[in-house]
């Protein structure tokens, strides 16, 4: 069973900056892309940013200039570098991994969630 072990969250203050780290138990050449997703409290949760295999990185357009996600392929580490962060930045931030399509078995994982609390 792949786990993705998030790490990083905290209470800051707003303008300033956390980075989150997801560890794979499993090489991330297994997965076809990379994500964080995030829910706050009576919402849905949406997809923050992703990175594919071959680098490719889309974000969401309230993130877009603030936040930063980059891999580490001999860690096994996918990062979530967040800048300028505001009180609408407050959620639970999940790590996310999409097999590869010639990988037999469950076709994601998740990871645990941590908290971010961006304070105004």
């Known amino acids: 069973q792949v786990q993705l072990v998030e790490s990083g969250g905290g209470l800051v203050q707003a303008g300033g900056s956390l980075v989150l780290s997801c560890v794979a138990s499993?090489?991330?050449?297994?997965?076809?892309?990379m994500g964080w997703y995030r829910q706050a409290p009576g919402k849905q949760r949406e997809l923050v940013a992703s990175?594919?295999?071959?680098?490719?990185?889309n974000y969401e357009d309230s993130v877009k200039g603030r936040f930063i996600i980059s891999k580490d392929n001999v860690k096994d580490t996918v990062y979530l570098q967040m800048n300028s962060l505001k009180p609408e930045d407050t959620a639970v931030y999940y790590c996310?991994?999409?097999?590869?399509?010639?990988?037999?078995?469950?076709?994601?994982?998740w990871g645990q969630g941590t908290q971010v609390t961006v304070s105004s």
């Open positions: 996310h991994a999409d097999v590869q399509t010639y990988i037999p078995g469950p076709r994601d994982y």
């Open positions: 499993t090489s991330i050449f297994s997965f076809s892309a």
């Open positions: 990175i594919s295999s071959g680098g490719n990185r």
